[in-house]
């Protein structure tokens, strides 16, 4: 059984989904900062993620993603093989390598695979996020939207005067004067 990081930052990137799914949409730059993963990289996780139906898009400003489902119905099982491509089922399968013995120790490993399947079947997303909360983490909210500008100040009792010209010909003529 081959168990690659894709798994492991899958899983890690949907653990912090969970925290915060209830700030609504979490855009994909936050995850990346926050879990050290590459944004292109995560990208192609989310999107592997998005056509299993784990997580869901939505696009435009405070846009990201969301689960899917509830985090209690969503398995670590489900993202492993949602990302993993079917490694996990077989990862031998389509490879040609030169002729071998028998495979002695197949049955073992095989054995070993499902029974590890079967555990992360058993491990729910809203499991994972709740040992992190109970262990002290705290999920930030939904950060600050930043001005574009400074914020504008109430307007003093006197209205400002300017003295500029409101105007390209105005302006012109300030120079002719």
Partial sequence: ???STKGRF???AMID?????RSGPVALAAIAT???IS???LEQLFSRLRRA???QSTRGPGGGYTLGRDAAEISVADVMLAVEDGELEGEERGREEAPRGPDLSGS???SVQHVMLRHMATITLRVLADEQIAAGYVADEKPARRAIGPLPQPLAAKPVRSTAPNSVFAFGQSFVR
């Fill in 39 to 41: 944004l292109s990289y």
């Fill in 108 to 110: 073992l490993w095989s």
């Fill in 17 to 21: 989904l969970t925290l915060r799914e």
């Fill in 34 to 36: 926050r879990q050290q």
């Fill in 10 to 12: 899958a899983v890690n």
């Fill in 1 to 3: 059984m081959r168990m």
């Fill in 53 to 55: 139906g784990l997580v």
